[in-house]
């Protein structure tokens, strides 16, 4: 079948899959929020060295601290999911092995994003 388009429209479109533009979007926007979210981690950890884990507790029970922190994991995993999936479709050729990684990469950081947002939910509610 011949295609009806100019080489200039088949050049803009977005690729087979019609989703390689927001893909890479959201993987930029990920990588934005994520630098003062790791920052923010970074510096407050570093001047934390000689805390007791009841000041930890009560750090982390801190409202803006828990919403910051269930952020920091959600975006840490959702971008880590982004880029491991793009990494596999460049590098595995074959479809089925691809498709099962791609699947198995996003399950595990979906079950790593909810273990991490489980545990400072149960330390930020006193569970």
């Known amino acids: ?20 533009v927001g893909h890479w979007w959201t993987q930029r926007l990920s990588s934005l929020l994520l630098i003062p979210l790791v920052l923010w981690f970074g510096f407050t950890v570093a001047s934390l060295p000689q805390a007791s884990h009841t000041e930890l507790t009560a750090w982390i029970s801190s409202p803006p601290v828990t919403v910051a922190l269930v952020l920091l994991i959600l975006t840490v995993f959702y971008h ?8 596999i479709e460049d590098y595995v050729s074959t479809h089925w092995q691809r498709t ?12 790593l994003a909810v273990i991490g947002v489980i545990a400072v939910l149960r330390i930020a509610l006193g569970g």
């Open 100 to 111: 099962a990684a791609i699947i198995l990469v996003s399950f595990l950081c979906l079950l």
């Open 1 to 20: 079948m011949n295609d009806l388009r100019t080489p200039l429209a088949r050049a803009k479109g977005l690729g087979t899959a019609k989703e390689g």
């Open 80 to 87: 880590a999911q982004q880029g491991l999936q793009v990494v």
